[in-house]
């Protein structure tokens, strides 16, 4: 009987031994989470030569019919910024708001008279270092005395949008 409650106390442990095994049988799994984000490499025009976004002014000053000669403007400098390691591939000047009433060019007005004028952008095709970094570009412009010698008098003006891409 010794030998037959041995038998059972070891079948007993051996089936609790089980029990204990099996909780520890189970098993989980794993998986992996990707996380991503993009970042869209841009360029964008900051702050402006007159302190505001998107209004900068590039003067020719006054246009002297007495003395005459081209007329260039002083550079305007403008700055913009692009996203790390993006390069600019350009800026471009559009033909202003005067251009279909001046053949297709850039042209100054009065209301009444034209002025046609030229512009010339100078490196705009950097690469960025992030928006805290501004890049530069130098815009300057000339105006032929044959454009202006026989203009009449009073206030010319243009508006050219200029166009960033990265």
């Keep these: ?14 089936a609790g031994f089980a029990m204990l095994s099996s909780g520890n049988a189970l098993a989980g799994n794993t998986n992996t989470l990707r996380v991503t984000a ?7 025009f900051s702050a402006s030569n007159d302190g505001t976004n998107g209004n900068t002014t590039m003067n ?4 002297d019919q007495v003395t005459g ?11 913009y910024w692009c996203t790390n390691g993006t390069a ?7 033909n202003g708001q005067n251009s279909a009433s001046c053949g297709g060019n850039n042209c100054l007005t009065n209301g009444s008279d034209f002025i046609p004028y030229s512009l010339i952008i100078v490196n705009d095709t950097q690469t960025g270092a992030g928006k805290s970094t501004d890049l530069d570009i130098d815009i300057s412009g000339g105006i032929l005395e044959a454009d202006y010698i026989d203009a009449e008098a009073g206030n010319y003006s243009d508006l050219v949008t200029l166009t960033i891409t990265p």
């Design 1 to 14: 009987m010794k030998f037959r409650n041995q038998r059972m106390a070891f079948v007993a442990a051996l």
């Design 38 to 44: 993009d970042i869209t490499g841009t360029c964008n």
């Design 60 to 63: 020719f000053g006054t246009l």
């Design 69 to 79: 000669g081209d007329v260039a403007a002083p550079t305007t400098t403008l700055s």
């Design 88 to 94: 600019a591939t350009g800026v471009t000047a559009g």
